[in-house]
């Protein structure tokens, strides 16, 4: 089971860490959509508006006869409004590791665009899976919310040198990435006031109780998140607030008081430099769209 072996090989790293992949269950997926709602957490709302004003021309700019291929499809809300924009296209192919959050969105766009074909896939697309077969035009990944920062920079190479073998010399990639900003404007959007962001983090934990049958003093455990500007990225942590341990799989994990467990890395792009790691990776910087105040980049990459 890879989660207990992910789990167990990142408890005993140094530093310990766990993959951000394993918040999503029901739960964590339900929570990520409360985040996506508040006030702090701009990331969403921008991207949408974007997606929104440029819709026309993301669309114009893809062509007619799609096939869409969209990573971690989530509550489809984005998905929604680029297929409201998009002529003729052919299929949908939802990728994502949750069961619940594929359902819901294969139900939400089966009721929206009724002639469209979807076919779901539950994968973790950050490896190796197949796809089906399907006839139509261009291929094109949809890998909207950013998660790409949630890559470290070799990661970002190899992750996007595989789409580009996905989608073949004809197809494209249409991506959403956040852009450097303000320290205090990040600070926010990973510690807003209601907490959910920290319930969403300590998920992690609840999971790992529940299905991988772990010992685990879940309120020892703080919610941390800051920006580390050495590195250009949020990091989000779960810190002992007292010494502790994890027991699992026979083994058993001391944590003193101020360790901490890295759930959550989030790396944040200057244009160019996104623009840089897309061509190193094969792709051309076809066309960009962002908002008013840059906080968020649209790429089309072909």
């Not at 969209?70 to 949908?92: D, N, Q, Y």
Request: charged letters at 25%; aromatic letters at 12%; one cysteine or more.
């Amino acid at each position: 089971m890879s989660f207990l072996k992910d789990v167990v090989a990142g408890l005993r790293a140094s530093p310990r860490r766990i993959s951000s992949k394993y918040f999503y269950d029901a739960a964590g997926s339900e929570l990520f959509e409360q985040i996506c709602d508040l006030d702090e957490y701009y990331v969403t709302r921008t991207e949408l508006a974007v997606l929104k004003k440029s819709g026309p021309d993301i669309a114009k700019a893809m062509g007619p006869d799609t096939v869409i291929v969209e990573f971690g499809s989530g509550s489809a809300v984005k998905t929604e409004i680029l297929f409201s924009h998009l002529e003729s296209p052919k299929a949908w192919v939802p990728v994502d590791i949750s069961d619940s959050a594929l359902e819901a969105s294969e139900v939400r766009m089966n009721a929206l665009f009724p002639d469209l074909k979807v076919s779901p896939v539950h994968a973790d697309f950050t490896t190796a899976f197949e796809l089906p077969k399907i006839a139509g035009g261009r291929l094109f990944v949809f890998y909207p919310g950013s998660t790409l920062g949630n890559f470290g920079p070799a990661e970002v190479s190899r992750f996007l040198g595989r789409v580009r073998e996905m989608v073949g010399a004809d197809g494209g990639m249409l991506i959403g990435v956040d852009l450097k900003k303000s320290p205090a404007t990040l600070h926010q959007a990973y510690n807003d006031s209601k907490g959910v962001t920290a319930a969403f983090n300590k998920n992690v934990l609840k999971r790992m109780v529940s299905e991988l049958g772990a010992k685990v003093d879940i309120d020892a455990f703080e919610h941390y998140a800051f920006f580390n500007p050495g590195e250009g990225r949020i990091e989000m942590h779960l810190v002992a607030s007292k010494p502790t341990r994890i027991e699992i799989e026979n083994q058993a994990f001391e944590f003193a008081a101020g360790e901490s467990i890295l759930t959550e890395f989030s790396y944040k792009y200057a244009r160019n430099q996104f623009e840089d790691v897309a061509r190193a990776s094969g792709f051309c910087v076809d066309q960009y769209w962002t908002d008013e105040r840059s906080h968020f980049g649209v790429w089309l990459l072909t």
